[in-house]
């Protein structure tokens, strides 16, 4: 479920991915259309520029954790073993480094799922409910004086 | 995890968390190290040994000291000090510790050692305590981790007698 406001008013959207409880950005249909046209022409590795999916992002932070941890453990036992202190921080830091390279970057494969967002010709399908009364905008004018 | 910058915080957040884990870890293996350290202090001579205008007694010795430390290396030790220190009663004092020399080994290959000296340090007594003097000499160290606690212990050596009559 998510909200898409168009013609200046808000409609649900429906999507079938669990996360996307609350979207952090609106568009107008205008805008959407417009967006739309700009992915058409850009290439494989645009995912750089813009936000991760959910799904994408649920696996950047899980992937963050184990390497960090897997490197840790690696790195303990290798310089308990060779009792070598600097052997324990090098293996760290290289899987410290290796770990920010797959991570942090918007990589394409963190954006196999992305949210599908309602088409902007079903919401002009529906028709823009109307006011209940016009009591709210009698109140606001009266505020105003 | 929606964004660059909030990825590249939680990943330096956590990766310097678990540094702080493996060293804490690693400082607890300390713990399974049990040292056998050995140590020897012959006096070969008493140089000199007089009261000073103040009224305090002082003596040079040349001292013979031969020590095997190595056992108290372990992967997370960055260095040893180490300190010989004359100890002895007097009226005044329980306990008098004058340190005679000091050195820092910074690793295993030079805790096997074996030096041949005079005092350092100064031996002056507090007073006009030494002459006919029964005293301990001990050697005293600090085992300086890379991380976590830094542990001390000493050998005491004892049956070391200073002369009745100033030379």
């Given at each position: 479920m998510g909200l898409v406001l168009a013609h200046d008013t808000l409609y649900l959207t429906v999507t079938d991915?669990?996360?996307?409880?609350?979207?952090?950005s609106f568009q107008t249909a205008s805008s959407l259309r417009s967006s739309r046209l700009r992915r058409l022409q850009v290439n494989h590795f645009s995912s750089i520029g813009y936000k991760m999916d959910w799904q994408g992002q649920k696996l950047a932070e899980q992937l963050m954790q184990a390497m960090l941890v897997a490197f840790a453990i690696v790195a303990f036992i290798a310089g308990y073993a060779l009792e070598s202190f600097q052997t324990m921080l090098l293996i760290y830091a290289a899987g410290v480094v290796l770990t920010s390279l797959i991570t942090i970057p918007n990589w394409?494969?963190?954006?196999?799922?992305p949210l599908k967002w309602l088409d902007p010709s079903e919401a002009e399908k529906h028709p823009k409910p109307q006011p209940a009364s016009s009591g709210p905008k009698k109140k606001a004018s009266k505020k105003a004086n | 995890m929606h964004s660059f910058g909030y990825r590249a915080n939680a990943f330096l957040t956590f990766a310097i968390t678990i540094l702080a884990v493996i060293c804490a870890m690693a400082s607890v293996s300390d713990y399974f190290n049990s040292p056998s350290p050995t140590s020897q202090v012959q006096v070969l001579n008493i140089n000199w040994f007089q009261k000073k205008p103040d009224g305090d007694d002082e003596v040079s010795l040349t001292l013979n000291i031969s020590a095997n430390l190595q056992s108290l290396f372990t992967w997370n030790t960055k260095q040893v000090f180490v300190f010989l220190a004359a100890e002895y009663e007097t009226p005044k004092n329980s306990l008098n510790q004058v340190s005679l020399w000091d050195g820092i080994i910074p690793s295993k290959e030079h805790a096997q050692f074996w030096i041949h000296i005079t005092n350092k340090y100064r031996f002056i007594d507090q007073g006009s305590n030494l002459r006919g003097k029964n005293f301990n000499l001990t050697l005293h160290w600090h085992i300086m981790p890379k991380t976590g606690k830094m542990f001390a212990d000493k050998i005491v050596m004892s049956g070391y007698r200073l002369p009745e009559v100033y030379r």
């Open positions: 991915d669990p996360h996307a409880l609350k979207p952090r394409p494969f963190f954006n196999r799922h | -």
